[in-house]
């Protein structure tokens, strides 16, 4: 029906501009929202989020306590919801959809589920037009209709689809649910009636959850590297802090105090806590195996810590500063200085020793080299001047040519050679200056660049 | 840079011939007692500040906003003397990325070389100074650390008398050494309770000959030269009250093999020979 027909029809017909992409995201924020009745949840676009509730449900109160309790919250979002549980998740989506059953118990025998399904009409099959088009022309009306017919001429007719689809609903077959986020093998929650809205009672809370996640680690001999504290606030809001350790980590007051460290982080640039948070869960999302570690027979060394010392002070510092800030260098097996060194967070390890090396290299390093005009007696001779953010330095004493070619095994390297100089300028400052490309044989007008400072 | 240190002592035996050679013998041996006494009073005049499990907090500040660089190399320096001294114990390098943009960030090859464990070492980039003074901190209290840089951009209004203080209590706590290289501010703005504060500048290098078409070659010490005074030392720090001149600029050098410093001894040229037709030019050159 075009626009101009609804108007005419209802002239107080409110109009809003269609958004699949605003629609997809919302659906993906309902379905992480779902999370807080099962890890296991996926966005169902157009209208729908699945969840596979097996082993969850007693927790709320049975199955039909808990289809209550999602309906009366998402109505109290503002949202008209249709919920129901089925033995698989393509019956529990037709039931949501055309019945007004909810909840088919999941020991329900066969010949029951194609009862309950030869009700539904054909569009519960969800097909595309041709074939939809082909069964109403045939006169099939209900999936009754199709049961009771044999199954090859109807696939032959139809396509192989049809009865996929038609095995799907009753349970015959079972399409997998693909949750938006890997369900984590280690979860801790509480839940509160009201919503938590002071810090202190939010920290008290974390700690607490790492109380109890820490004997599941413990049991399963691992610890813990990465972790993702969520919380669900009354109104749907979901919020997530995540923090890294650089060892497997065990320890419920270390990793409170780095949750706690990253929530204050959080909380500077401002928690919305609006009318309070009701679930919060921790997961471990990442873990590794760590063994015991014995205790208390004799005093350690002094310095025999360090490295836990180190691990630890990194830890609450990527916690607070976020983890890309807090780097580790390791050396890289490259020729070029700006890939010899790699800048890799602290939570994913210390590095390797650094190979002895012959040639002089700069203290500091610019990310990526800022061109100057340079003066030289000869194209490819050392530079005698040289401008450099605006100011113009004289060079009164050099190190070089160190002659640093582009990886030229690899197919046609898009990068010409560069010529380095350690440069001292009268005022005494030292640079690290580079020519690209050979004159004469690469480029006729090789640039330069400062790469580094001393 | 093993090779390094053996020529830059080479150089400087040969510095010392020519200038017996160029001078007469009274000249000579006057030039021979400055030097000793250079020698004495040089680098170790630092060293009760290495004292063992000793935390304290200093800063550093540069003479002119592009010295900043130079700046943090001494800091680097002191860090590296502070870690020999409790041989054991981490070494963090806090940058502001405003300074990171500026000068650039510290280079893992350069570090290697100038003698940084860097299974030892973390950078830490913050966004604003007052989260490079939490880190700085952080580090501080830590056991595991010892000897933090903090390149900031510093205001009075975010350190002051109580966050110095908050700092020099960490350093206490944490046996480590506080090092500030402060950047974009005058030392003279500043009220902290630091115990050192020194201002440095690079040594202006020796003017190139202009007749040169190229030019000399480059000391490998050449980063780790300063100019530097100590404009405020804590009463007893490093001597008695009024043993320094806060207007006094003394040549430092900082040896990355024996991680000690030293006085940089002056650069002269020596003078020419008035009986013989030239000098070795190749000792001009060096010189």
Redesign the interface.
């Known amino acids: 029906m075009a626009v101009a027909d609804a108007r005419a029809r209802c002239p107080a017909l409110a109009l809003a501009e269609a958004d699949p992409k605003a629609d997809a995201a919302l659906v993906e924020g309902l379905a992480d929202w779902s999370r807080r009745f099962t890890p296991l949840a996926a966005p169902d676009p157009p209208d729908g989020v699945l969840l596979d509730v097996t082993g969850a449900a007693h927790l709320f109160g049975g199955e039909a306590a808990l289809l209550d309790d999602i309906e009366n919250r998402l109505r109290r979002l503002g949202f008209s919801a249709r919920a129901a549980i089925a033995p698989g998740p393509a019956l529990a989506r037709a039931l949501a959809r055309f019945s007004n059953m909810r909840n088919v118990a999941s020991e329900t025998g066969q010949e029951a589920l194609d009862r309950l399904v030869a009700a539904f009409p054909i569009e519960a099959l969800e097909l595309e037009g041709d074939a939809l088009a082909g069964m109403r022309r045939a006169g099939l009306r209900r999936l009754g209709d199709l049961l009771e017919r044999p199954r090859g001429p109807l696939a032959a007719r139809f396509g192989k689809e049809a009865m996929t689809r038609l095995d799907a609903l009753t349970c015959r077959i079972r399409d997998p649910i693909a949750p938006r986020f890997e369900a984590p093998a280690f979860i801790a929650e509480r839940r509160f009636p009201d919503g938590l809205t002071r810090q202190a009672d939010l920290e008290t809370t974390l700690k607490r959850l790492s109380a109890d996640l820490c004997p599941m680690l413990e049991r399963a001999g691992v610890g813990a590297r990465r972790l993702e504290a969520v919380f669900y606030r009354v109104d749907g809001a979901v919020k997530r802090i995540a923090v890294g350790t650089n060892r497997p980590l065990r320890n419920p007051d270390r990793l409170a105090a780095l949750l706690i460290e990253r929530l204050s982080a959080v909380a500077e640039e401002g928690l919305d806590t609006g009318y309070g948070f009701d679930v919060l869960r921790l997961s471990a999302t990442e873990v590794e195996s760590a063994g015991d570690t014995q205790t208390n027979l004799a005093p350690p060394p002094?310095?025999a810590?360090?490295?836990a010392?180190?691990g630890?002070?990194?830890d609450?510092?990527g916690a607070?500063?976020g983890l890309r800030?807090?780097?580790?260098?390791?050396?890289e097996a490259a020729h070029l200085?700006e890939f010899?060194?790699a800048?890799i967070p602290?939570a994913f390890g210390?590095?390797?020793?650094?190979p002895a090396?012959e040639a002089?290299?700069?203290?500091?390093?610019?990310?990526r080299p800022e061109p100057i005009e340079a003066i030289a007696?000869f194209p490819d001779?050392?530079p005698?001047k040289f401008r450099w953010r605006r100011v113009l330095r004289?060079?009164?004493?050099?190190?070089g040519p160190e002659r640093i070619a582009p990886p030229w095994w690899g197919d046609a390297p898009a990068e010409f050679t560069r010529d380095y100089f350690?440069?001292?300028?009268?005022?005494?400052?030292?640079f690290w200056l580079f020519r690209e490309g050979l004159y004469g044989r690469e480029t006729d007008r090789p640039h330069w660049f400062v790469h580094?400072?001393? | 840079m093993s090779q390094g240190g053996v020529s830059e002592r080479l150089l400087f035996l040969r510095r010392r011939i020519a200038a017996i050679e160029a001078r007469g013998g009274a000249a000579a041996r006057e030039s021979l007692q400055d030097r000793r006494r250079c020698e004495e009073d040089g680098g170790d005049f630092l060293d009760p500040l290495f004292a063992a499990g000793r935390g304290s907090l200093s800063e550093i500040f540069p003479a002119r906003p592009?010295?900043a660089?130079?700046a943090?190399?001494f800091a680097?320096a002191m860090a590296l003397k502070a870690r020999a001294a409790r041989a054991?114990?981490?070494l963090?390098f806090i940058v502001e990325e405003m300074s990171?943009?500026e000068?650039?960030?510290?280079?893992?090859?350069?570090?290697?070389?100038?003698g940084v464990d860097?299974?030892?070492?973390?950078?830490?980039?913050?966004r604003r100074p007052r989260?490079g003074l939490?880190?700085m901190e952080?580090?501080l209290k830590?056991?595991?650390?010892a000897a933090v840089v903090a390149e900031i951009f510093l205001e009075p209004r975010i350190y002051d008398l109580a966050a110095s203080r908050r700092l020099l209590l960490a350093a206490r706590r944490g046996g480590a050494l506080g090092l500030l290289a402060a950047q974009g501010a005058e030392a003279a703005r500043f009220s902290s309770a630091a115990e050192l504060r020194v201002e440095t500048?690079?040594?202006?290098?020796?003017?190139?000959p202009p007749a040169l078409?190229?030019?000399?070659?480059?000391?490998?010490l050449?980063?780790f030269?300063w100019r530097l005074r100590v404009l405020k030392a804590r009463a007893g720090l490093l001597g008695a009250l009024g043993a320094f001149d806060p207007a006094q600029w003394r040549d430092i050098a900082f040896d990355p093999d024996r991680v000690a410093f030293r006085h940089a001894f002056p650069e002269r040229l020596p003078a020419e020979a008035p009986d013989r037709p030239s000098a070795a030019p190749t000792s001009r050159l060096r010189a």
Not at chain 2, 142 to 145: E, G, H, L, R, V
Not at chain 2, 213 to 220: D, E, F, K, N, V
């Open positions: 002094r310095g810590h360090d490295d010392d180190l630890d002070l990194l609450r510092l607070r500063l800030r807090v780097l580790r260098l390791h050396s200085p010899a060194v800048a602290a210390p590095p390797t020793a650094f090396q002089m290299r700069p203290l500091r390093l610019f990310e007696l001779g050392p005698l004289e060079i009164v004493a050099f190190e350690h440069v001292q300028d009268k005022e005494g400052q030292l580094g400072l001393s | 592009p010295d660089p130079g943090a190399a680097l054991s114990g981490a963090v990171a943009r000068f650039g960030l510290p280079y893992g090859r350069g570090l290697a070389a100038a860097l299974s030892r070492f973390a950078l830490v980039r913050v989260e939490w880190a952080e580090v830590s056991p595991a650390c500048a690079a040594r202006p290098a020796a003017p190139a078409a190229t030019r000399p070659p480059l000391s490998p050449a980063p030269l």
